[in-house]
């Protein structure tokens, strides 16, 4: 069993950044590929970014690449989601969800998920 708990959203205005962090309780965090997704209202649910239990391989949504960051710490059961140059488009509930030994864009292939946390970016 592995309990996520999201910490770090909250308002940015366009062009601005903000660092979202996930807590992974448990004792076999480092087997699990973690993901962030995020889901607008009246929006299905979408793949933002995902990270192997590894840490060594990331994988990025085409909307996000080259202005969002994954990275985890293995050490301290966290993963983490820099964004840099906010659009008013990222504005959602960011999720962080993990599964065992996957990680990718498949949000029905996560077993654990967070809360949420929500990130709105003003024009």
């Known amino acids: 069993q592995v309990q996520l708990v999201e910490s770090g959203g909250g308002l940015a205005q366009a062009g601005g950044s903000l660092r979202l962090s996930c807590a992974a309780s448990?004792?076999?965090?480092?087997?699990?590929?973690m993901g962030w997704f995020r889901q607008a209202p009246g929006k299905e649910r979408q793949f933002v970014a995902a990270?192997?239990?590894?840490?060594?391989?990331?994988y990025y949504a085409d909307s996000v690449r080259g202005r969002f960051t994954i990275s985890r710490d293995n050490a301290k059961n966290t993963v983490d989601l820099q964004m840099n140059s906010l659009k008013p488009e990222d504005t959602a509930v960011y999720y962080c969800?993990?599964?065992?030994?996957?990680?990718?864009?498949?949000?029905?292939?996560?077993?654990?998920w967070g809360q949420g946390t929500q990130v709105t970016v003003s024009s």
């Open positions: 990270i192997g239990w590894s840490g060594g391989s990331t």
């Open positions: 448990g004792r076999t965090f480092s087997t699990y590929g």
């Open positions: 969800a993990a599964c065992q030994y996957y990680y990718g864009s498949s949000y029905q292939s996560y077993d654990y």
